[in-house]
């Protein structure tokens, strides 16, 4: 699993975790975020139960397991979360942040140590030392109850599954030609995402922010101006759209 | 990350972090040893007696790099085995829970060709766990003994030191403290290291 750090000032870093060389070849490919304050660490989309001792020989080289305090998962999704089970054996004190629409199910997972907290449909704010994150709503994008993760600060947008692309395992880490890109990202967001209204919704409330770099939970992130072309695209983009079968 | 964690998936992990920690400030005593070969052939005859210290601290490196490579790879295999038991181990409780609550049912036999694949399988996991937990150990002991040899490195290049003449001496002094400090650094994790294979048994 290799690990880059995205940010980094005197009040917390970003750091991105992917490209797993050992990754079993038929589970698709993911991007895992972490935030690091003073005292505590967020981690975000933390993943698959085939992923987890990866993830977590990685995290741990970059902080200490009882460092990590809060857990994010944007949606219900197995490649999401499905890690919780062992997650909630590694970790002696933890929240999980995620919306309040997928609490039932996502306790499937195995959750008896974690605690969960549900952000309502509108957004929440978490507070990590001195950083404030933002939990940015993204309903439909593809799942039902979503969210993103905005950091004003270090205007970074961790954007879950929007943006998602699909990727050889040992593709760059960020988009360096947004045309060539386009390719990967079509059939993944006219297919698994259900509404133009909810899309348009986001893109025109997501064009308010600032944002330096977006960071979707698969292939590659967006930085500068490739944050504004995916949103023209995306805005332009029919979605809801039976494609990519079998 | 002093206090020694209680659960065996972190225990595994954090193991392979401070192994990967230890290789770099290995890599770091390779420079150490290169910076001093370099300082004694500007010193010459003055400092003839220091080069083969040279070696022996270039030998260290090479040895502690490679080590720290090997042990770093063990624990990331006894990390997921540690969830390939945690999962086998469960899914027996579960099945336990099973011939309980389903006592007397019509089908219940048919559970027992799965149970006792998943025992064996467990039992398999089990030993080999050992075994890698095994080597795991030796290797640690492995690591620690050579660099015990680090002390005796520090003394000698401190008497070398003290023969060469005083433009050399402080650089050369410097040497013989880096060598000690290094050592000491990569002994911490491997301490710590080895704290934690004690939660894995
Ligand atoms: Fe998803
Ligand atoms: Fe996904």
């Known amino acids: 699993m290799k690990a880059e750090k995205l940010y980094e000032n005197n009040d917390h870093t970003w750091i991105v975790f992917g490209r797993d060389e050992d990754k079993p070849d038929l589970i698709i490919d993911t991007n895992q975020y972490m935030v690091t304050s003073k005292k505590n660490s967020l981690l975000m989309d933390p993943g698959g139960v085939?992923?987890?001792s990866a993830m977590l020989s990685a995290v741990i080289k970059e902080v200490p397991a009882q460092k990590i305090t809060h857990l994010f998962a944007s949606h219900q999704d197995p490649d999401i979360i499905s890690s919780l089970g062992l997650w909630d054996?590694?970790?002696t004190d933890a929240t999980l942040h995620s919306p309040w629409l997928w609490?039932?199910?996502?306790?499937?997972?195995?959750m008896q140590h974690i605690e969960y907290e549900g952000?309502?449909?509108?957004?929440?704010?978490?507070?990590?030392?001195?950083?404030?994150?933002?939990?940015?709503?993204?309903?439909?994008?593809?799942?039902?109850?979503?969210?993103?993760?905005?950091?004003?600060?270090?205007k970074i947008l961790m954007s879950g599954d929007i943006g998602a692309a699909m990727e050889e395992p040992d593709a760059p880490m960020?988009?360096?030609?947004?045309?060539?890109?386009?390719?990967?990202?079509?059939m993944f967001h006219q297919r698994w995402m259900p509404s133009n209204k909810a899309k348009n919704d986001w893109v025109r409330r997501v064009r308010q922010l600032d944002i330096e770099m977006m960071c979707p939970q698969h292939g590659r992130i967006f930085r500068g101006a490739d944050?504004?072309?995916?949103?023209?695209?995306?805005?332009?983009?029919?979605?809801?759209?039976?494609?990519?079968?079998? | 990350m002093s206090e020694v964690s209680s659960n065996y998936f972190v225990a595994a992990a954090s193991i392979a972090a401070k192994l990967d920690y230890a290789t770099k400030v290995a890599q770091r005593l390779s420079l150490t040893a290169s910076n001093a070969r370099a300082l004694t052939l500007r010193a010459g005859q003055s400092a003839a007696g220091f080069r083969p210290l040279t070696d022996a601290i270039h030998r260290l490196s090479d040895i502690t790099v490679s080590s720290s490579k090997k042990i770093n790879a063990i624990a990331a295999v006894l990390s997921r085995m540690a969830v390939e038991k945690y999962r086998s181990d469960s899914a027996l409780k579960y099945f336990d829970a099973v011939y309980l609550q389903a006592q007397g049912s019509r089908h219940l036999d048919s559970l027992s060709?799965?149970?006792?694949?998943?025992k064996l399988k467990q039992k398999e996991l089990m030993t080999q766990y050992q075994q890698k937990i095994q080597q795991l150990t030796q290797e640690l002991e492995a690591v620690e003994g050579e660099l015990r040899s680090a002390v005796v490195l520090k003394v000698l290049c401190q008497i070398e030191a003290s023969q060469a003449g005083a433009t050399y001496q402080d650089a050369l002094n410097n040497v013989a403290?880096?060598?000690?400090?290094?050592?000491?650094?990569?002994?911490?994790?491997?301490v710590f290291s080895r704290q934690q294979v004690a939660i894995l048994q």
């Open chain 1, 89 to 91: 054996l590694a970790l």
């Open chain 1, 227 to 246: 944050v504004k072309r995916f949103l023209d695209w995306f805005e332009n983009l029919e979605v809801g759209v039976l494609g990519g079968r079998r």
């Open chain 1, 50 to 52: 085939e992923l987890f």
């Open chain 1, 119 to 154: 952000i309502p449909d509108e957004g929440s704010r978490l507070t990590l030392d001195e950083v404030v994150l933002e939990f940015i709503p993204a309903h439909y994008l593809h799942s039902s109850g979503n969210f993103n993760v905005y950091d004003p600060k270090a």
């Open chain 1, 103 to 110: 609490e039932g199910y996502i306790r499937h997972f195995g």
């Open chain 2, 177 to 190: 403290e880096n060598v000690e400090n290094i050592a000491e650094t990569i002994k911490e994790q491997i």
């Open chain 1, 174 to 186: 960020f988009v360096e030609d947004f045309d060539a890109h386009i390719g990967k990202m079509k």
């Open chain 2, 113 to 118: 060709d799965v149970y006792e694949r998943t």
